[in-house]
């Protein structure tokens, strides 16, 4: 494609460019959506949730072929439509100024060629015997006739460099798509020519796994650009990076955590070998029961696990649940995964017709046994306040980055004891706290001095007369007094420090409407 001349820029009809250009990009917006659900019924029948054997397991692999092509070609149709979008601006851009170069030529009586040139006019000469100042006057003229020229040339001059730079962007549209079976390498004849142009092209092939540091909106943005063989081929190289990677939705942690799991269990010599049979234990309960449960973070290696009941992908209300001093992963995920669930299901009780999803949360080792001695410093809820922040950071940005139905769920932090320290940590980390409400539950005191430095709109507390743990102040000011600011959860005056998710006392129920949503803070 040349450049036109002048008069032809300045009637382009730049409004139809926008509107092409517009309509190929919400073409190209339905892919993405349309793409998540077909690998949403892929990893169905990969799991044989609703059709099994060869025939399933055919479909599936073509589904996951199909995820890959439109991967590549949403990919490219990206690409183009940045070349495109320069291409329209550009030409508005010579359209206007051509116009106006051609206006002010003819309000000024210069004349310009088809090339956009002004024609010099023939030389004016003085009439004879004029006056000096008639002649001033004359060439006073000559030279304002001179200026417009040069006005009215650097007009016509911007303007056909302009279109020229549109016609370069226009000629390089198609390069993106022509690695895909585009026009300039000929439109394949049927999928299968498609599929095959993809896989030359290397699109089978995932992207390198983000370094250490990356933002979990960074992670979530590379997760989305993958097709799904990509993503399933990175879940199966490196499950023990892949399953604590934040950013990432829950269904991929889960796949992969499960894959560490299973490899964990192979042999009982295996470091966190008791933490994957509790973990394994929870996940068979809640299947054999029918209830969907996800293992979003195992770490055999530093004795982490989160266990997830509901579906952290899509539930409205989620909770997570700090443990404080004494727990075990190997010995109390059980029981903390009961609580998970008491409050759970008291937040329905709240709420009816919420979805809700509670957090089993071991993601730090709190101190127990003989390193309990430990609880009277920070270390362990600094470790655990950075994975904490990170985990509500990475679950946001999954949610967000979701092309189906990216959403803002309400979360809310049940931190208990020790727990809370980890949650005043997580305050403390870079970036807002990713929660919508705190739950400090029988604190033994909170660095900061009220409960803005918590980085929470929410803040609530349950102390008990009978729980020595929440005046002894250890950490700092303690949780329930005026000053600090929060709001009071109800509690029996013979709560004791370890009763807070009983039934029997009137916390957890007040618990399940902060977590609701419905609870409204005084």
Known sequence: MSAPGLTAVAGWDT????????????????????????????????????????????????????????????????????????????????QELAAQALAEAAALGVTLDAAGGVVTPAPSVPPEGASLEALAGHHAGMAEQAAAAVRVAGLAADALHAAAVAAAHAAGTGEPLAAVGGPAAGVPADFTGLSAAVALGGVWQPSCLPVAGTSPEAVAAWWAGLSEPA???????????????????????????RLVLERTLEDPRNTGYAAARAAAAEIAVEEAAGRPVQLWLFDPWLERAAVAYGDLDTADDVALLVPGITNDVGTDLDDLGANAQAVSAAALDAAPAASVATVAWFGYRPPAGLGTVRAVTRGRAAEGGAALAGDLAGLAAARAADVVRPSDPRVAVLAHSYGTVVADEAGDQPGQLAADALVLLGSPGIEEYDVSGLEVPEVYDASSPFDPVSYLGWFGSSTWEESFGSTALPTDWHTLHTEYYSHWHPTLAAMGEVVAGTRQPG
């Open 15 to 94: 409004a139809l460019l926008d509107g092409a250009v517009s309509t190929l990009e919400a073409v190209g917006e339905r892919l993405p959506p349309w793409r998540a659900r077909v690998e949403a019924v892929a990893r169905a029948l990969d799991d044989a949730q609703c059709w099994s054997g060869p025939a399933g397991q055919q479909a599936a692999r073509a589904l996951g072929e199909v995820s890959a092509v439109v991967t590549a070609v949403t990919g490219a149709l990206g690409s183009s439509l940045d070349r495109l979008w320069d291409t329209a601006r550009q030409a508005r851009t010579a």
């Open 231 to 257: 993503r399933q081929f990175a879940v199966r190289a490196e499950p023990h990076l892949v399953g604590g990677l934040d950013g990432l939705p829950a269904w991929a942690r889960d796949q992969a955590n």
